[in-house]
């Protein structure tokens, strides 16, 4: 089993920045990858951004070039830099785990094996 624990989410304004933190422990593999998604009131989860065990990383179109997904394997720590944040992208951020080695299904939720419990990030206008 993998316990995946966010931290960072928070009220912010738009146009500021947020840095959440997901710490792994358990039976941790470096060769997971690691997948961020959002969850806004009345949607459905969407994909925000993954990195593979072999830091690629992959973004939504709707946050690339704003948020940046790094790892720390040493730490079995995952981040995800949010800059620029805007009132769409309030949600509860959660993130993932699991064994997942294609592009395509790094961006599907069900692909992966761990979650998180989430945080709340709001951006207010």
């Known amino acids: 089993q993998v316990q995946l624990v966010e931290s960072g989410g928070g009220l912010v304004q738009a146009g500021g920045s947020l840095r959440l933190s997901c710490a792994a422990s358990?039976?941790?593999?470096?060769?997971?990858?690691m997948g961020w998604f959002r969850q806004a009131p009345g949607k459905e989860r969407e994909f925000v951004s993954a990195?593979?065990?072999?830091?690629?990383?992959y973004y939504a179109d709707s946050v690339k070039g704003r948020f940046t997904i790094s790892r720390d394997n040493g730490k079995n720590t995952v981040y995800l830099q949010m800059n620029s944040l805007k009132p769409e992208d309030t949600a509860v951020y959660s993130c993932?785990?699991?064994?997942?080695?294609?592009?395509?299904?790094?961006?599907?939720?069900?692909?992966?094996?761990?979650w998180g419990q989430g945080t709340q990030v709001t951006v207010s206008s």
């Open positions: 993932s785990a699991g064994r997942v080695f294609n592009i395509a299904a790094l961006k599907s939720p069900g692909h992966y094996d761990y």
């Open positions: 990195i593979t065990w072999s830091d690629s990383a």
């Open positions: 358990g039976r941790t593999s470096s060769t997971y990858a």
